[in-house]
């Protein structure tokens, strides 16, 4: 039979492997999420650069550029080599989409051939993610082919992939 300083004991112990338990279980869950976020965002990051490839190779093959066609979810913009807005498959293009060039994607892929960025769109008021590369249109014409996803949809997808 335990005595009574035996069942304190008992209960201090308990509760102690409790707390270090939950501890554990909750940094595990944190850790996890991260991880499964940092591969979200990584296919996603993959995903639009594999994109913007294929749309560069459907330019270069002679199909007009202000008739491709992106996924659902993707916001697919061609933006002359001046930084004027030629087509978006999301809005109308209005006065003020010019000057995209100081984009840092835009900005990047002019100088490089392509270019990736998260950042926080004023347009839309919400932070995307954009890759962006370089091709010429049938007169020769220097273009920038830019696609982006919502981060919230990013994030949405790792939020599922986490608690599966």
Aim: proline share 2%.
């Amino acid at each position: 039979m335990l005595g009574r300083g035996s069942k304190s004991l008992f209960w201090r112990a308990g509760s102690i492997l409790l707390l270090i338990e939950l501890t554990l279980g909750i940094t595990f869950a944190l850790v996890g999420g991260s991880l499964v976020e940092e591969a979200a965002v990584s296919r996603t990051e993959r995903r639009l650069e594999n994109l913007v490839k294929l749309m560069v190779r459907e330019v270069d093959r002679g199909v007009d550029p202000d008739r491709l066609l992106a996924p659902g979810d993707i916001r697919l913009t061609v933006i002359t080599e001046d930084g004027r807005v030629r087509s978006d498959n999301r809005r109308v293009i209005e006065p003020a989409d010019q000057d995209l060039n100081y984009r840092p994607e835009v900005e990047s892929a002019l100088r490089s051939g392509s270019g990736f960025a998260v950042r926080y769109s004023m347009q839309l008021d919400r932070v995307m993610m954009f890759a962006a590369a370089t091709t010429a249109d049938s007169a020769g014409d220097r273009l920038v082919i830019r696609v982006a996803i919502d981060m919230d949809a990013v994030q949405n997808t790792a939020g599922r992939l986490a608690v599966v």
